[in-house]
């Protein structure tokens, strides 16, 4: 299968080409950056060499239909939203990784991104890519809207017991950590190395983009209104995301009874695991993976269950899901290509 990226030049896009030069299925042809064409991915990212040498290119999309099946958008917000309705009208199927077409409101995207929103008839069209969650609207989907990382981490966390509602929806608190590859690679002062080194930072706190993104999956999957409280910080790492959740329980169940719920859930998930009772997951276990680590712990005193999430930003946070929803999209395995395990130390 034949696929291209358009914004070839983030950490996005790079762990896409890394990740997709292992698919035993699929063959990334083209790279598009506007800021960088006729280099190739090797002169930007000099790791890259020896391995994808082809020159980037411009845009034109009449051309590029005619020679790809699949798109991958690693672009920044307010871009994808023009360009997907070409490639839809060829038929190519469009996985966007940026926040263009995740929420369903027109009204709460311009809230939220400062933007004018996408066609409201792309925006319907468009499913929401949580691998594990929604795969059989996605097996049918030619338009995926890759989830943000923050909501991949929580919403895998809460969905479970969200949905067996035995905790208060509105009682949820989610305290996110973030390595400064969640930033981008753009140069900012918020991540310039005498700034972040021993530093911890609290950042956007109740206007980040990701708020009503997981709200709007947790008022679908709870069939009632849902505000969450989300802090994210950003810490002195290059990967990882850390989704700490609190939430008051509804219902008298004990530890063992989570722990099985979880299991159960997860249980032909082959990306999600469950750490047993008292092991708690770090950002370093799932380094470089398309893993996401659950751990769950009930303090039975205040009667408030924590749950500790935790993935690769830029792998299953980003590149890992997109491509984990190219195989469900095609009927492959799920695995496909992303079966390297994590990196560690």
Not at 267 to 296: H, M, W
């Amino acid at each position: 299968m034949r696929v291209a990226i358009i914004g070839g030049t983030g950490y996005g896009a790079v762990e896409l080409a890394r990740i997709l030069k292992m698919h035993p299925y699929a063959e990334l042809t083209t790279v598009i950056s506007h800021s960088q064409s006729g280099n190739s991915l090797a002169e930007v990212y000099p790791h890259m060499t020896g391995i994808i040498e082809q020159s980037m290119k411009t845009l034109d999309v009449k051309a590029l239909s005619k020679t790809i099946d699949l798109v991958f958008f690693a672009t920044p917000s307010n871009v994808s939203k023009e360009i997907v309705p070409e490639f839809l009208q060829y038929g190519v199927t469009c996985i966007d990784l940026s926040g263009d077409f995740r929420l369903k409101s027109p009204e709460l995207y311009a809230e939220w991104y400062q933007a004018p929103a996408a066609a409201s008839v792309y925006l319907d069209k468009a499913v929401y890519g949580l691998s594990e969650i929604y795969q059989e609207n996605i097996k049918k989907a030619k338009l995926i809207a890759n989830p943000g990382c923050y909501p991949t981490a929580t919403l895998l966390g809460l969905i479970p017991i969200i949905q067996k509602e035995w905790i208060d929806p509105n009682s949820v608190i989610v305290d996110g950590k973030t390595g400064v590859s969640g930033a981008g690679r753009g140069l900012s002062l918020n991540v310039h190395f005498s700034e972040m080194n021993e530093n911890v930072k609290a950042y956007k706190l109740g206007t980040h983009k990701h708020i009503p993104e997981m709200e709007q999956v947790l008022k679908q999957e709870a069939n009632t209104d849902i505000q969450v409280t989300f802090t994210p910080h950003i810490v002195p790492m290059t990967r990882g995301i850390m989704t700490t959740i609190y939430a008051d329980l509804t219902e008298s169940v004990d530890q063992v009874t989570i722990q099985q719920l979880y299991h159960e859930f997860y249980q032909t998930q082959p990306f999600v695991r469950i750490r047993p009772e008292g092991i708690l997951p770090t950002t370093k276990e799932v380094y470089g993976s398309n893993y996401c680590d659950i751990a769950i712990h009930l303090d039975k005193r205040t009667d408030k269950l924590t749950i500790v999430s935790v993935i690769d930003n830029l792998v299953k946070g980003a590149a890992g899901q997109a491509i984990q929803n190219m195989n469900i999209i095609n009927g492959w395995e799920e695995t496909a290509g992303l079966e390297h395990p994590p990196i560690y130390p």
